[in-house]
């Protein structure tokens, strides 16, 4: 298999080593940087600082606001069921 000695067979061992050591440290570099605190204000969702822009979070918009915008999500979904019903019939 090996014509070398002892030491071609460590190589393969070592180098999945440090694969799996710089993966690790790239992971939680990156996962460290990722949840680091933010100086913008927090986004729409909790780990998604600055993706959402200047939109609120959810649990700071007033109840009054939730309860209407969630008439009009009703309404566009009932005007979606019925244009999928449309579309299903004329299959």
Do not use: C, H, N
């Amino acid at each position: 298999m090996y014509s070398g000695g002892p030491s071609v067979a460590i190589l393969p061992f070592a180098r999945r080593k440090l694969l799996l050591w710089g993966g690790a440290t790239t992971g939680i570099v990156g996962g460290g940087l990722w949840l680091w605190p933010s100086s913008e204000q927090q986004a729409a969702y909790p780990f998604a600082r600055r993706v959402a822009g200047k939109r609120e979070a959810l649990w700071s918009v007033p109840p009054e606001r939730l309860l209407q915008a969630t008439e009009q999500d009703g309404q566009r979904l009932g005007l979606l069921l019925a244009g999928l019903d449309t579309a299903v019939k004329q299959l």
